[in-house]
């Protein structure tokens, strides 16, 4: 029987690989929510306070909507990149 995996991110560890422009590490969030959803898993993706309950901000059950998601974020960091 496969393992499925189910991945939570939170989304200030997307803002900060863009921010201080950490392109491995950028990239190993996408590799890692891919492997979960291939593996018949999903990944969500939230907002995390501190004294407060995380907000959902997308729930990505496939790769295709993996892909679109990966795609918006890129287009911000390569903007960063590029005007850094």
């Not at 898993?41 to 901000?57: F, L």
């Not at 287009?75 to 005007?83: A, D, Q, S, T, W």
Request: aromatic letters at 12%; proline letters at 2%.
């Amino acid at each position: 029987m496969k393992t499925k995996y189910f991945l939570t991110i939170n989304v200030d560890y997307i803002h900060d690989a863009i921010t201080l422009n950490q392109a491995t590490f950028f990239d190993d969030i996408w590799r890692y929510a891919e492997m979960a959803i291939k593996s018949g898993g999903n990944v969500v993706i939230q907002q995390e306070y501190t004294n407060a309950p995380p907000d959902v901000i997308v729930t990505v059950t496939n790769v295709n909507q993996l892909a679109e998601l990966k795609t918006k974020y890129d287009n911000i960091y390569l903007r960063l990149v590029k005007n850094g």
